[in-house]
Structures are given as structure tokens and as C-alpha cells.
């Protein structure tokens, strides 16, 4: 038995907390938990899934006793069939570091909206042990595998070995997000590789793949002794306002911002790809923008916010053809704690307590995803959930249309989660 959920009566809630479950309209059938990895010994970390739900990357760590190895993975959701992209110490670095091995790094890997392309970060082996220093990206059938450095343009023309830099490029990838054909990244970049830090300068460098041009479309100049800032908004996600994304042409990029000279002062902006439209979305001057997320469409934006501006703790909702910024009420949860967005920005997915919970944006109705009595859940040492990302990290764990959603559980026997597939009949 089904039972919607709109806004509804407090009497109404206890009926239903009575009566178990409630699932929504658009998925009225209760889903089903499949499970996709079975890593034994090893540790599984970070899936990402395709728009039409097919395709799913992820890491896996490998144990060899004390040595532990990452492998970058794909596997088809329907067959389970499944391929290596890449695996650490399989490359050398290039100039000027040709002789050290390549790792992969700490950050998720990406998977193109459509499947095609996957996007990781390389760190450093010794003797460098530079973190997340390079991006790589390769088709996922194995071909066209390519590593971005990042130079920094403000040091070209100086003598940057005088100013006691080690090399003249940015240090590590801080975040980045890919346009859903994988034609464009953005890429936020920190640091430099000097014993002196100069402050922790950050960037907005945006890449065309296609041709392999970078542009940097945020950064402060190097007066020689320090980087300054000379407009606003300055410092992307340095210090605060660590919500980053990309739509899915490619054209506009969301990030977060100081908004002022005060180091506290920080809201979420919009640009497009070349840095000459920037266009403020919140007033909130409060760094406390945990998480946030742009539609493939590029007119809606959702972010999760953990100040104690406007109405405080929850998520929050900008329409960009003209609405107002709007908080989003639950009749499930005092407050909608986000963690996805589907890509046509009409779905997002959050967590009440031990159940996930889905709402539809157009209509406000929502629904329970998954909970302990959805056929295949897994009973292990914690509850199942959704798979744990680095904080601020943007997941991609639905489908667009809403139907699949990757979960993570723990199976009887195993310390470590594997990975499972939620997914809804449709009509």
C-alpha cells in the first residue's frame, strides 16, 4: 500500500510513522537493494554513477599485507562486468618530475554524466609526496588518457627559483567538477610548491578537453612578496564558502566566495566559463555553505547551509529565472539535510535518522527511498547509507530520473561497506 505525503497534518505524520513506509507517486513501487561490489579483503571508497544509472565509477584499495594499492574502477550496473582505468605506479609523472611514480589521489574520482569520460586526481610518489597534485581523465573503454598540470600565470616572465618556489605550478587540485559530456572542468587550485606560502593563494582554472586550453578565470596577482586580491569576490573556496559546481554545458560554474575585505564574509556566486559574468546568488555573508549543487539546466541551484543566518540550519533552494532564495520544509524531518541533486534538478536526496528520503522540488511531495525493510537491505554492524565522500564534496549517486541511487552497507562477515544499487519500477 502506497500513501502520499504533501504538507500534511502532525496527526498525519504519527499515522504514517505508525504504519511504516510511505512512498511517493512518481516511484510507487518499493525499491530494491542490490548489491554491486564484493571487494573481500579490500576496501571499496567514492562511487559515482552515470546519469542514466548504467555506469559506476569508483575506488578500490587494494591490501597486500601492510601495502595498500588504489585501482580506479567502472563497472557496468547491469552486468556487474567490470574494468581498471588506471592503478597507482602505472604512470610516470612528466617534467619536471619524469622519474617519480603517479598515485592516485585523495580525491573522488568523477564519472561524466554520460558515461564516457572519468576524471581522477594523481599525487606525487616519493620523494615529492606532492598531494592531488595533476588531473587525469580517460574514456572509460580505456583510450585517451591525459594529465593536467596547472602553471601558474602570474609567474610567468619572474624568476620564480629566486622567490624560493620549487616549480611554477599551482600545488594541489582542491576541487573540481565536469560538465556532463566532459568537454569542460573546473578546477579550484591552492598553493604553490615554495617552503613559502605567500599567503595560500587560490584559483578557478577552467579546461577545455577538447583542445586541452586552461583558462583561469579566479586569481589573485604575485606582487613578487605576497598574492593580492585586487576585486571582488576574492579567495574561492579558501577559508570558507567550499560549495563548488558545474551545469551541464559547461557554461557556469558555482562557487563559493569572500564577498568583502572581511575574511568572514562569504556567499555563493554564479560565473561563466570565462570569468566575465559573476553574479552574487546569496546574501547570507556567512561562510558556513557546507554543500551545494547546480541542475544540468544550469537555473537551479540547492546548497545545504550549517550557520545561523536566515533560517538557520537546512537546505536551501535559488531559482535563477527569478525567484526568491527559499527554505525547504520536510513532513518527515524537522529539517532537509541535502546530499544529491538529480541533473534535471526535480529530485534531491537526504537522510531522516536511519532512512533516506527522496523530494521532488516541483511538487513538494516526498517519499521514503529505503529503509530496513526494503527488499535486500543489509543488516550489518551500522545501518546502510549513502556511501561517505570528503567533507564539502559534491556526490553523484543518483540517476537523473531519480529511480537508481547507489547505497553502502555493510554484509555480514565484513568490517568495511561495500556497494549497493537502490532502484524504483517505473509506470
Known sequence: ????????????????????????????????????????????????????????????????????????????????????????????????????????GTKPPVLSGDGRVAFFVLSLDKPENILDHYLAMINTDGTGF??????????????????????????????????????????????????????????????????????????????GKQWEWTSHPSRPLLGGGWAFGINGSGDRILFGAQSSDDNLDYDLYLADREGTQVKQLTNFHDRWVSLAELSQDGKKVVFYYTGKKKQGIGTYIVNL??????????????????FDLTGNGKYILYKHIYDGIILNLETGEEGIAFDKNTQGYVSGLVPMDFPRFPAFWGPHIMSDDGTKILLAGIPEGKKSPEFFLLSFETN
Request: proline residues 4%; contains cysteine.
Open 1 to 104: 500500500m502506497r500513501k502520499k505525503i504533501g504538507m500534511i497534518s502532525i496527526v498525519l505524520i504519527v499515522i504514517v510513522l505508525m504504519t511504516g513506509p510511505v512512498y511517493s507517486d512518481v516511484f510507487p513501487n518499493q525499491g530494491r537493494i542490490k548489491r554491486l561490489t564484493h571487494s573481500g579483503n579490500n576496501t571499496v571508497h567514492y562511487p559515482c554513477l552515470s546519469e542514466d544509472g548504467k555506469w559506476m565509477l569508483y575506488v578500490l584499495e587494494i591490501s597486500n599485507g601492510e601495502e595498500i594499492t588504489k585501482s580506479i574502477r567502472l563497472m557496468n550496473i547491469d552486468t556487474g562486468k567490470e574494468t581498471e582505468l588506471f592503478r597507482d605506479k602505472s604512470k610516470m609523472a612528466q617534467e619536471p618530475y619524469e622519474n617519480i611514480s603517479l598515485l592516485i
Open 146 to 223: 591525459r594529465v593536467f598540470s596547472f602553471p601558474i600565470e602570474d609567474l610567468q616572465g619572474k624568476d620564480w627559483k629566486t622567490l624560493d618556489f620549487k616549480g611554477n605550478e599551482w600545488e594541489r587540485i582542491s576541487q573540481f567538477a565536469v560538465s556532463f559530456d566532459g568537454g569542460h572542468v573546473a578546477c579550484v587550485m591552492k598553493g604553490h610548491l615554495g617552503p613559502v606560502r605567500y599567503g595560500n593563494a587560490s584559483a578557478i582554472i577552467m579546461i577545455n578537453t577538447r583542445n586541452e586550453e586552461k583558462k583561469t578565470i579566479f586569481a589573485p596577482e604575485f606582487t
Open 321 to 338: 529565472d527569478g525567484g526568491e532564495i527559499a527554505y525547504l520544509h520536510s513532513s518527515i524531518s524537522p529539517k532537509v539535510e541535502f
